[in-house]
């Protein structure tokens, strides 16, 4: 760069000693004004029929017709109010791999509790050495006044046998054991009452080829 007529050359000793600006070379009083961050403010003219592309180098943004931008939206951790059983429910559906809908064929064992307040009935009884092919009646009779509900029955031996649950002398229940389970467990799926003073009977039959000792335990709720 040639130095102006009779100009004197620029001697400093410091970085700062000499502060440049640029200008418009017609107008020389149109200087380039930079921040106090080192930015430049420019002033950019878009012709007519142009736009402006927003990228990252390798896809654009998306501006829909109306106005607004296409957008995805993942959160991994969103805070939501309480749930409540008064406005709120959930519902689940199962489906096969192709999509329909299917009920089940073998249902879920579900416990029915009584919200009602009672007594609890857990009656064990036993009855010794029961010859072969003999049966005993073991018997709980219900409290006046109440109602007994059933939950379930337990019934044990040493060898074979057969159990039947009776309520007023109908059979409910039946059950047989093996020498690979010697238990029988009989819970109640569905409520099973036992009404004032009627008596629920466990019949064990003993199906082994000698005398033994049988056990039951009859548990319930009386209400």
């Known amino acids: 760069m040639a130095d102006f007529d ?26 380039l004004k930079i921040n106090a961050d080192g930015s430049i403010d420019t002033n950019t003219t878009i012709p007519v029929g142009s736009k402006i592309i927003v990228t990252d180098g390798t896809d654009d943004l998306e501006v829909n017709a109306d106005g607004s931008i296409n957008a995805v939206v993942t ?17 689940a559906h199962l489906f096969d791999e192709a999509g329909a809908a299917f009920s089940l064929t073998n249902p879920l064992p579900v416990e029915v509790v009584s919200d009602a307040s009672g007594v609890e009935v857990v009656d064990y009884q036993t009855s010794a050495a029961v010859a072969k092919d003999a049966s005993v009646n073991l018997d709980y009779t219900v409290t006046a006044t109440k109602t007994l509900l059933v939950a379930g029955l337990w019934v044990s031996g040493s060898g074979k046998l057969k159990a039947q649950l009776l309520v007023n002398g109908v059979v ?15 819970p109640i799926y569905k409520i099973l009452k036992g009404l004032t003073t009627e008596v629920v009977r466990v019949t064990l039959t003993n199906l082994d080829n000698q005398a033994q000792d049988l056990y039951s335990t009859l548990s319930g709720l009386e209400v």
């Open 6 to 31: 009779s100009s004197l050359p620029i001697r400093t000793e410091a970085n700062g000693d000499v502060v440049a600006h640029l200008a418009d070379g017609t107008v020389t009083t149109q200087l």
């Open 75 to 91: 959160a991994t951790d969103l805070d939501i109010r309480d749930l409540t059983a008064v406005s709120d429910s959930v519902a």
């Open 172 to 186: 409910k229940y039946v059950g047989f054991n093996s020498t690979a389970n010697p238990n029988i467990d009989i």
